[in-house]
């Protein structure tokens, strides 16, 4: 369960991030209520969704999520990032982003709310899956608004620890970004084990979060170059 105290940090998040937001394009929503809903609460979808959980599901990462290492791939303005990292001060959380300015506003809301177990990693993902200070290391890899699914897994599940877990935020297409990712899984070896639907209040709608096992090691060809696989996605 949320605390007070972690429930007064999110708010403050959302002040922040409203002010990172007039000096840098993080995010189209500009209201307060907009980034409480649309952004905060929706990354914290992922807790709901392991809270969902009984203790022997095979779909719970391996040992507690509370003590997980998370990476979240493409984290832009720091979503789900911050929201989980708040609420999971015993977790390692790192966030990793092409863009060095949007890093630096998450820095700074991350020092804002005292947030020091937040770590921060700036590149191409295409180029930091074969650096083996983050390949496989990772227990649950997140992504949020990254790419359509056959280019997001080749992005994220490099970064998996085999037996670990990549979580991916879909709201619509996701029929079609199944299928169209049937190769990309079965390459990556990822394994879809579980979905999370859930309603958002305020008619934000539904969405759904998909759970995909990394059943192996990811092989040594991929990712592949950079641009690769968003230009020529594994379909
Ligand atoms: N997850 C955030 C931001 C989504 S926008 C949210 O939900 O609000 C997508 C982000 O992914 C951008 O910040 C972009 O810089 C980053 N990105 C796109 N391709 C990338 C790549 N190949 N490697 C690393 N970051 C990438």
């Given amino acids: 369960m949320i605390s007070s105290e972690q429930e007064r940090l999110l708010k403050e998040l959302v002040k922040v991030f409203l002010e990172e937001n007039k000096k840098l394009n993080l995010s189209a929503m500009r209201d307060e209520e907009s980034i409480w809903i649309g952004s905060v609460l929706d990354s914290l979808a992922l807790l709901d969704y392991y809270k969902s959980l009984s203790a022997f599901s095979p779909a719970l990462p391996a040992g507690r999520f509370q003590h997980s290492a998370f990476l979240d791939v493409g984290t832009g303005g720091g979503f789900p990032l911050l929201p989980l990292s708040i609420c999971l001060p015993d977790a390692k959380i790192c966030g990793m982003d092409s863009t060095q300015k949007k890093l630096d506003a998450i820095r700074r809301m991350a020092d804002a709310l005292h947030l020091e ?56 297409k996701i029929e079609t970004e199944l299928k169209e990712s049937l190769l990309a899984r079965a390459e990556l070896r990822c394994h879809l084990v579980d979905s999370y639907k859930y309603v958002l209040p305020e008619g934000w709608g539904e969405r759904q979060l998909l759970i995909f096992e990394k059943t192996g090691p990811t092989p040594a060809k991929y990712p592949r170059d950079i641009g690769v696989p968003k230009k020529t996605p594994l379909v």
Wanted: glycine share 8%; with cysteine; hydrophobic share 45%.
């Fill in 117 to 172: 177990h937040v770590s921060l990693i700036s590149g191409r993902a295409e180029e930091l899956g074969h650096d083996k200070r983050y390949r496989d290391q990772f227990d649950i890899v997140t992504a949020r608004a990254l790419a359509p699914l056959n280019t997001l897994i080749e992005f994220c599940a490099p970064f998996v620890k085999p037996g670990g877990h990549l979580v991916a935020w879909k709201s619509m």
